[in-house]
């Protein structure tokens, strides 16, 4: 039988052009449309004039830009060293075979996950409301001479941000840590045990190396979504909050391009984050390369 009769050559384009047409007008086009708006200062919809990189140059000198990127790297620092090692802790104490109802406390604390961050939001609004919000009510109980109202939201507008995500994420990168620490080699472990290591030995000579890779990933995913933050404290402030100090580079994105109409200076903001992003994975890919190869 002639194969080459009964599968055509153009048979595999016939099934992955879907996905390249799709892939075309959904991605690529929109990606070259905005790269072409960066050197363009709208005015609306259907008025632009070519400015070259005027746009940048501009975001360069821009106090509001500055101000947005140090409250988006500092949000993203948060998230990598207090997040990341407290799910890090928990995948590893729900990975202890003694531990009972281990699948239930998997459950509670990747659930916050599963629901949206508009709900997320809204709720720790109340959480952090001046007067009879549920962190004040608690703290007046504990502490005396608390005071009686307490601007969470105008004063530790970081911090809140910072609190609210870790509540959100911290089960939702357990997981991935978690399915790291079960692949963990058990004979090296022993192996470890009966040479007279400690628990901390094991965990800095065997388990961390064997987890190297998946802990570079979810590093580099947490900075990443930590870069695109967006919707919580849109929410959650109901804007940029008092001083800009809830602004992110993503809110002033969305504020030029959408509440100003200046489409082109929004799609310099874009790229810029971009570009800041591919170095990101650069650097990390660079650094999981060298403690692989270690």
């Known amino acids: 039988m002639n194969l080459s009769a009964s599968h055509p050559r153009w048979a595999p384009y016939f099934f992955i052009g879907p996905f390249v047409v799709v892939f075309a007008i959904f991605v690529v086009y929109p990606l070259f449309q905005s790269l072409v708006l960066s050197f363009q200062q709208t005015y609306g919809p259907q008025t632009s004039v070519f400015v070259g990189t005027k746009n940048f140059a501009d975001l360069a000198g ?146 961390l190396p064997a987890i190297r890779p998946v802990a570079g990933f979810v590093i580099l995913l947490s900075a990443i979504g930590s870069m695109q933050l967006f919707e919580l404290p849109w929410i959650l402030l109901g804007g940029a909050g008092p001083e800009d100090r809830g602004l992110t580079v993503v809110m002033y994105l969305f504020m030029n391009g959408f509440q100003i109409g200046d489409l082109g200076y929004a799609s310099a903001i874009g790229w810029s984050l971009a570009i800041l992003l591919m170095g990101m994975t650069w650097i990390q890919r660079r650094l999981t390369k060298g403690g692989e190869g270690r």
């Open 62 to 207: 821009d106090p509001a830009f500055w101000t947005a990127l140090r409250n988006t790297f500092v949000y993203a620092a948060a998230s990598v060293l207090i997040q990341l090692p407290l799910s890090l802790g928990l995948a590893m104490l729900l990975n202890r075979p003694q531990v009972k109802g281990r699948a239930v406390f998997r459950l509670v604390y990747f659930s916050p996950a599963l629901v949206g961050i508009v709900f997320i939001a809204v709720i720790f609004s109340l959480i952090f409301q001046e007067t009879r919000g549920l962190l004040n009510v608690f703290l007046k109980g504990v502490i005396p001479g608390f005071p009686q109202e307490f601007p969470w939201l105008q004063v530790y507008v970081m911090p809140a941000l910072v609190i609210a995500s870790i509540w959100m994420y911290t089960g939702f990168n357990m997981i991935y840590f978690l399915a790291a620490l079960q692949n963990v080699d058990r004979d090296q472990i022993e192996a470890a045990v009966m040479d007279g290591a400690n628990r901390r030995q094991v965990f800095w000579h065997v388990t």
